[in-house]
């Protein structure tokens, strides 16, 4: 669940920037420059913690005097109330960088706490929970991270890590003439052997065609379970499956019993509510 350092300080002087830009006029002006502070970081729902060695980075950057002393671990799951750390030091610098280090800690926390709860919902199948590409701009192996700590799986990180043979590629091929299996077969003649190749159908005769075209991987896409169980059944180990569309905490549990190999949700990222953590003095 490593976090690279240089892409959290990336991450951190990008939102240091646009938030703080020439100074905080407010703190500036108001607050004494040798006012030295304690301030307490306290959740305010049970959730699961992601993002404490952003916080880190946050002060870091903005001024090394400030300690930031950590009471829980990355990735536990904690009750409304605890204290995940304790910041001193400067008060200016506390104040300055509060808001920049509650948003991603929140983010990433309500990430990881999401993912925690789909992971929690079909536990005892086969199936692992996956995210997608469907991230915040500049964020993404943030989020993907905080998928991990939540117990989830990364899919791509990008288009340049993975081939995923989509709807619209696979219409663009078909108006050249080509079909999904010649399309599996164009691809696959170009890739290396590393290199996986996924393709995404909506019908149990077309996943049948991808598995005996060669596709390592293959998106099931806005099926009911019982189609979802058809599909499973005729690839027959062929392919790893993996199902997409629509997932909720409400149906996650009937589609991980069809036995697919992973449910991809994009919700994990792109509408995930942020956990509700303050910052008291």
Do not use: W
């Not at 913690?49 to 990735?75: K, S, T």
């Amino acid at each position: 669940m490593e976090l690279p350092r240089h892409i959290v300080d990336a991450v951190v002087a990008q939102a240091l920037a646009e938030d703080v830009g020439g100074g905080d006029l407010t703190t500036l002006t108001a607050i004494p420059a040798t006012v030295q502070s304690s301030a307490q970081v306290v959740v305010r729902e049970a959730g699961v913690v992601a993002g404490l060695p952003v916080v880190i980075a946050v002060f870091r950057q903005l001024d090394p005097g400030v300690a930031v002393q950590c009471h829980v671990a990355e990735g536990a799951a904690v009750s409304a109330g605890t204290t995940l750390a304790t910041i001193t030091g400067s008060a200016r610098s506390i104040l300055t960088g509060e808001r920049v280090a509650l948003n991603l800690l929140q983010r990433l926390s309500g990430i990881a706490t999401l993912t925690a709860q789909y992971v929690a919902a079909i536990a005892g199948t086969q199936a692992k929970i996956l995210d997608t590409r469907k991230t915040t701009p500049g964020l993404r192996a943030l989020e993907k991270y905080a998928v991990r700590v939540g117990g989830g799986y990364n899919h791509r990180f990008g288009l340049y890590d993975g081939v995923m043979l989509k709807d619209n590629h696979l219409a663009i091929l078909a108006a050249q003439g080509i079909d999904l299996a010649g399309a599996i077969r164009h691809v696959r003649r170009q890739l290396g052997p590393m290199v996986r190749l996924e393709v995404e159908v909506e019908s149990v005769a077309a996943a049948i065609v991808a598995a005996e075209a060669g596709a390592d991987l293959i998106l099931l896409d806005n099926m009911p379970p019982d189609q979802l169980r058809l599909a499973v059944q005729a690839v027959a180990g062929r392919a790893k499956t993996e199902a997409s569309g629509g997932v909720t905490l409400q149906t996650v549990r009937a589609i991980a019993e069809t036995g697919v190999d992973y449910i991809s949700v994009g919700a994990l990222t792109h509408s995930v509510r942020a956990l509700d953590i303050g910052l008291d003095i």
